[in-house]
T-cell receptor
């Protein structure tokens, strides 16, 4: 199946700094990428939908200025957590859809962010 | 608004017992429904989707539009089935033309030897 990678797999940063997470589709072109946040023992919370070449669509309650999404190409989307705070600590997961009528999502392995 | 409900957070069975993981949805149109599975320390992966009507690893799921359900079933559970299972719906379209996915909270299946 299609492979999606995320980098880094884990990051620890100080409060107030910004952190960038990359999501890449390795062997297919992703028409759409999604960014999720997952809290311990809870479901996936969709943060935003990212389409190549256009602005991301954010879900209600997600601050677009805090979580900057850039979908520079059909194989790369980045999520930047700006001025991170301890409450931003979470597991961030991206997924990608190849298109062609199928809406199956291929998931990245996730990024564990810890803000001190 | 679209919604997916998985009423059970945890389902514990013995090996060889039948398993049913419940999923109900709310969506005004014709949804596309999926089951995703996450094994320990692994990423989420697709288990099956309703439009292909396939059986994967012995699991099946039938879309019941009348009851708005998409329950996941397996007649004889195996220890290796222990994992987190998520029911997901793809429904409404965003302004950018993408379909919006919604996940249930997940059900943790534990199969005891």
């Amino acid at each position: 199946g299609a492979v999606v990678s995320q980098h880094p797999s884990r990051v620890i940063c100080k409060s107030g700094t910004s952190v960038k997470i990359e999501c890449r589709s390795l062997d297919f072109q992703a028409t759409t990428m999604f960014w999720y946040r997952q809290f311990p023992k809870q479901s996936l919370m969709l943060m935003a939908t990212s389409n190549e070449g256009s602005k991301a669509t954010y879900e209600q309650g997600v601050e677009k200025d805090k979580f900057l999404i850039n979908h520079a190409s059909l194989t790369l989307s980045t999520l930047t957590v700006t001025s991170a705070h301890p409450e931003d600590s979470s597991f961030y997961i991206c997924s990608a859809i190849a298109g062609g009528g199928w809406n199956e999502q291929f998931f990245g392995p996730g990024t564990r962010l810890t803000v001190l | 608004a679209q919604r997916v409900t998985q009423p059970e957070k945890l389902l514990s069975v013995f090996k060889g017992a039948p398993v049913e993981l419940k999923c109900n949805y709310s969506y005004s149109g014709s949804p596309e429904l999926f089951w995703y599975v996450q094994y320990s320390r692994q990423r989420l992966q697709l288990l099956l989707r309703h439009i292909s009507r396939e059986s994967i690893k012995g699991f099946t799921a039938d879309l019941n539009k009348g009851e708005t359900s998409f329950h996941l079933k397996k007649p004889f559970a195996q220890e290796e089935d222990s994992a987190m299972y998520y029911c997901a719906l793809t429904g409404g379209v965003t302004a950018g033309g993408s379909y919006i996915p919604t996940f249930g909270r997940g059900t943790s299946l534990i199969v005891h030897p």
